[in-house]
């Protein structure tokens, strides 16, 4: 078993407690602080991302979301930058979706 896997099912074990009535502050104040430091880490990834980006817009000249969808469908070539932007488009986007769950459930 994988450590991500036990880490899941430790959660899983929290929550079955957590619907039977079972509270604790410190497990609480825990997870609050977790997801605090993981929604900073995402939001300066996001940010590192985004300048990363903007830097292959103004050499090509048009956006990230034009470009990605071009790349998809086959309309450009293959350069080694095309991959590149692409591989990073592709983490600004898992990124965003990350923070927007972290805020889902910090509150």
Known sequence: MTSGQQTLRKIQSLEQLYRRGYHSDMIDTTIEQLIAREQT????????LTATLHEFEERYQFSSEDFYRQFQAGELGD????????????????TQEQINLLNAAGG
Request: net charge negative; charged share 20%; aromatic share 30%.
């Open 41 to 48: 880490q995402a939001k300066q990834a996001f940010a590192r």
């Open 79 to 94: 350069e080694a930058d095309f991959f590149e932007w692409s591989a990073f488009y592709q983490m600004w986007l898992a």
